[in-house]
């Protein structure tokens, strides 16, 4: 059905760019992949950090009051989510008690209906598909949402970048390289090399910047530089998923796969600080919290109820936030704001 009204948009008006062509695939009013059945979770796609347990949110909420503590704490803190999914992170932010959100509120931004039908809700709680304007005192904070914006691609000719656009060829969606595009950093136009245009992961985070008046963005995604990228082959940093499998090319199975990418750390607005979310939740206590677990489950397994077996499941959910090869690999990229509105230099 989608790809029925992609192949018509393109007869009709020319070859679309790759960054149209996601936004279909992904968020298509009628047959985008997040507006049916798109998801995270175990009965979803794709486990993300806070799927995994309420380890994560609980980490993050201690961050949360640490940065409350830090702005000195106003009774209008805001935590913003943005990209909020079906809300669980919401869920285990709220379950932790944060002193941070006993004056203030958690709003959960996401854009597809059908996920917002199952936020959480409460007093505290604010489900919306629209960032709120700002000005905004507190934090602004996605998991995994700057992979799943979508972005344009180029191509290295030997002597110049090319746009990659889709268009047809007997019916079918073909890649096309059209007009000459300057990329967004100095790389070399090997023949041959792709890299992502994050545009709009970009001037998100700018139009963020502006609407905070004190407080942080703290964005958890895999990435790596536009360069690495430029010497991989596009299925390692371009991917698709579906169940919890690898998909097809971007190109199959219109609107029935997620179109996901790594995050060019060198194409971020400047002024953030980086780290992984291995050092991020370590610095926030999980080895701590991980222990206290353990205790618990030592000294009450034999009794085997809820408590000690939701300490125990903490060790089983760190292994997986903290290994470097899967989700403790991943970047965490903070930019504080300051009272004066402006960006902190890192
Ligand atoms: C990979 S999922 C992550 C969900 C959740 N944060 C998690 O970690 O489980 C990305 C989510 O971002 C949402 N999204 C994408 N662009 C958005 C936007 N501009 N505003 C709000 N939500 C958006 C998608 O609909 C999807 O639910």
């Known amino acids: 059905m989608l790809a029925e ?21 992904l968020y298509d009013s009628e047959n985008g992949f997040y507006t049916k059945t798109g998801r995270a979770g175990r009965r979803g796609d794709f486990i993300t950090s806070p799927e995994v347990g309420p380890v994560f949110g ?19 803190f805001q935590v913003i989510e943005v990209g909020a999914g079906c809300g669980t992170l919401a869920r285990t932010i709220l379950d932790s008690e944060p002193k941070c959100l006993e004056s203030g509120s958690y709003v959960m931004v996401e854009r597809s209906e ?7 809700t409460s ?38 970048w090319k746009e990659v656009c889709i268009d047809l060829m007997d019916d079918q969606f073909i890649e096309i390289l059209t007009t000459e595009k300057d990329p967004p950093i100095e790389i070399a136009p090997l023949k041959g090399a792709r890299i992502p245009v994050q545009t709009q992961s970009n001037n ?12 942080s ?20 940093w371009l991917r698709t998923f579906k169940r919890h ?24 607005p400047k002024g953030f600080s980086i780290s992984t979310q291995k050092q991020f939740l370590e610095n926030q206590g999980i080895n701590k919290l991980v222990e206290e677990g353990r205790k618990i489950w ?49």
């Open 217 to 236: 963005i703290l964005l958890f995604d895999y990435g790596s530089t536009t360069q690495e990228m430029s010497q991989r082959h596009q299925d390692s």
């Open 204 to 215: 998100w985070i700018k139009d963020v910047i502006e609407k905070i008046s004190k407080g």
């Open 298 to 346: 030592e000294e009450s397994s034999s009794i085997g109820d809820l408590k000690a077996v939701k300490a125990r499941s903490r060790i089983t959910e760190a292994d997986a936030l903290l290994d470097p090869k899967g989700l403790g690999g991943f970047f965490v990229f903070e930019w504080k704001i300051g009272s004066s509105g402006a960006v902190s230099e890192n």
């Open 58 to 76: 609980h980490l993050i909420a201690n961050w949360l009051d640490q940065l409350w503590t830090e702005i000195q704490k106003p009774k209008d």
């Open 114 to 120: 059908e996920l917002r039908k199952e936020h959480p």
């Open 123 to 160: 007093e505290k709680l604010v489900s919306t598909m629209q960032m709120p304007e700002g000005p905004i005192v507190g934090a602004v904070i996605a998991n995994e949402l700057l992979d799943n914006l979508p972005f344009d691609l180029l191509e290295g000719d030997g002597n110049c």
């Open 245 to 268: 499998f690898r998909g097809d090319s971007p190109l199959e199975d219109v609107g029935n796969q997620d179109v996901t990418v790594e995050v060019a750390i060198d194409q971020l």
């Open 5 to 25: 009204d992609l192949k018509s948009r393109i007869r009709r008006s020319g070859p679309l760019s790759f960054s149209n062509f996601v936004e279909a695939c």
